[in-house]
C-alpha cells in the first residue's frame, strides 16, 4: 500500500516538473488567441529561448541572466510574428509555421557557431541553472505519516519556476478577468470592430497580448533548458508547444480549465515514463507510444465536439482590416 | 489600366520577387552572423548542387520529395485550407508504400508492383488526411490544429509498428527487412547504363519522372477539371460556391483527400526508390518544406517544380557546404525555408503599400 503511496506521489511530482512548461506556453497562447491572434509559433519561441537561456547561462554563470535573455529572444519571435499577422495582415498560422521552422534551423545553426557542436550547449554546472528549493518545515512536518511524504516529495523540492508557473495562473485569470485590459483583451478577440469603435488600437491590444505571450513562452523555454535540464539539446522542446496548444483548446481558453488540461497531459507523460515495459494485470504492457498519443487523441475527439465544444475566439485568426 | 489589373501585376510578379529577394537577403545575414561570406557559400552551394554528375543525382532525388508535398500543400491552399499535415501524411504513405513491397508476392512483375506501391502510399496519405477533413467539414473544428495532431498520432503510430510490429525479427534497429528487388523503383543511373550510358551513381531513381508526372496531373486537374473548379471556387469565395451548386464541404474532404495522397507519394521515392526498407523518420522535413515550396511556387504546378528544384539544390549544395566549411551544418536550409515561409507567406504583403505608392503615379500618367 504505501509503495503504491509513493509511487502515486512520485509520478505526480514529475508531473508538476513536466507541467510547468505547458503553463507557461499555454498561457502564453491564451494571452495570443484572446486577443484574437492563432499562436502556432509557441513551440518555436519554447525551442529558442531553450537555446538562448542555455547558451545565456553558460557564457555568464547565472540562470538569471539566461532566464532574461531567453524571454528578449521570445519577445523578439513574438514581435515577427505581430509584425507579420497584426501590421502586416498576413496569414497568422503562416507565419507560426515560419516561426517553429526559423527556431529549429537557428538552433541548430547557432550551436555549431557558438559552440561548435551540432546541437548542444555547453553542461552547466550547480549554480548556473536554477535548482531545486526545499521548503522551510519539511523536517518537522517529515515525522506525520501520509503528509510528510507528501509535502516532502509533492510540494516541497521543485526549482522556483515550477512554482511561478503555479502562480502564474491566478494571475492569468486576474488579468484577464478583473482588469480593464483583460476585458478589452477578450473584446479585441470576439469583436475587434467594437473596440476600434470605442477608440481603442485594436492592433496595441494585440502586440501587448503578443509580448505578454513572449514573457511567458521565454520563462518556459529556459525552464526546460536551464531548469529541468542543464544543457540545451538539439529539438529538446520536442513538440511540447503544440500540447500546450492542445492544452489550451481542450481547457477552452480559460485559465484553470487550460492549468487542468496542462496536468492532464503533464500526468500522462510522466506515466508514460513509469509504465515503460511494465505489465499490468489483465491489460498487459501499455505501450508507451499510446500514452503518449493521449493529448493529442483526447484534443482531436474535443474537437470533433464528441466531449463539449471548443468554441475559439470569434475573430481568432482574423487580421483586422480597418474599414475607410 | 485599370485599378484591379494593375493590383493583379504588383500581386503575381513584383511582390513574390521581391519576397524571395528578401529571404535571400536575410539568410545573407544568418551567414554573416555565424561569419561566413555569403558569396563563398553561394559558390560551394551552387557547386555542390551541380558541379558533378553525383551531385546533380541528389539535387533531383530532395527535388522530388519537395514536388510532391510542394504539390500536396497547394492543392489545399486552392480550396482555402492549411494542411499543415503533409509530415504526418508523407509517414503513413509511407507505410501503405512499404506494406504493398513487404506482403505482395515478389515474383510478381516489378510493373505490376510500383504502381501498386504508388496506389499504396496514394491510399494511406489520403486515409490520414481524411479524418481532419471530416472533422473540419461536418464538425467544425480547425484544419490546421487536426492536421497538427495527425502529425504527432502519425509519428507515435509508426514508432509502435516499427518497435512492435514490422521490426524484422533479431534486428536491434527499429526497421522493416529489406523490399524484395521488384519493388525497388529503378536508380537512373541503372537505366542509363542500361542504355549503354555510364553516369555517376546517386539515389535519383524513377519517382523523378513520377513526380513531373503528378504536377502535369495536378495542373489538369486543377485549371481544366469540374472537380478542380469546383476546389477553387470554394476556395475563392464559399458563398459563391455554394450559389453555384458545389458542396464545399464535400469539397474540403475531397481537396484534402487529394492533398494527403500526393504527400503520401514521398515513401515511393524514399523506400522504394532508395532505402529499400521501412524505417523511422525517412519524411523528416519533407512536409513542413512543403509549405515553403508550395508559398514560392505561387501554389502553380511550375512554380513549385522550380521552387522544388531549389530547395533541391539547397539541401543538395547545402549538404556540402556543411563538409566545405567549419562554421555551417546543412540545417542552414531549415533557416531558410524558415525566411522563405515568413516572407514569401507570413510577410507577403510587406512590400506591398510601397509598390502600390510608387507606381501608382507612373500608371496614372500612361
Known sequence: MNDLLLNLILTLDASFRVCTPLIFASMAGLFAERSGVVDIGLEGKLLMSAFIAASAASVFGSPWIGLLFAIFASCIFAMIHGLASITFKGNQIVSGVAINILASGLTMILTLAWFKSGGITPTLKGDERFLSITLPGVDIIDHIPILGVIYRELISGHNILVYLAFATVPLVWWVVYRTRFGLRLRAV????????????????????????????????????????????????????????????????????????????????????????????????????????????????????GFIGKAIPPKASAQPYIKEL | MTRDRRLSWINGLLLPLFNVLTAFLATAVVFILIDVNPIEATKVLIYGAFGYEEGIGYTLYYTTNFIFTGLAVAVAFHAGLFNIGGEGQAYVGGLGTALVALYIDPTLSAWLIIPLGISGGLLFGAMWAIIPAYLQAYRGSHIVITTIMFNFLASALMVYLLVHVLREVGQMSPQSKDFPDSAWIPFVHDVFAGMGIQIAQSPLNLSFIVALLFSAIVWFFLWHTRWGFAIRATGKSNDAAVYSGINPKKIIVVTMCISGALAGLVGINELMGVQHRLLLDFNYGYGFGGIAVALMGRNHPIGIIIAALLFGILYQGGMDLAFEMQNVSRHIIVVMQGLVILFCGGLEYLYRPILIRFLAPIEASE
Open chain 1, 189 to 304: 478577440g470576439e469583436n475587434p470592430k467594437a473596440v476600434d469603435t470605442a477608440g481603442l488600437s485594436v492592433e496595441g491590444l494585440r502586440y501587448k497580448a503578443l509580448l505578454i505571450g513572449g514573457i511567458l513562452c521565454g520563462i518556459g523555454g529556459a525552464y526546460i533548458a536551464i531548469a529541468h535540464n542543464a544543457q540545451f539539446t538539439k529539438e529538446m522542446t520536442a513538440g511540447q508547444g503544440f500540447i500546450a496548444l492542445a492544452a489550451l483548446i481542450f481547457g477552452k481558453w480559460h485559465p484553470y480549465r487550460v492549468l487542468a488540461a496542462c496536468f492532464l497531459f503533464g500526468f500522462l507523460d510522466a506515466l508514460a515514463v513509469r509504465l515503460q515495459g511494465v505489465v499490468l494485470p489483465v491489460i498487459g504492457e501499455i505501450p508507451v507510444q499510446l500514452i503518449e498519443a493521449t493529448p493529442y487523441i483526447l484534443t482531436v475527439i474535443l474537437l470533433a
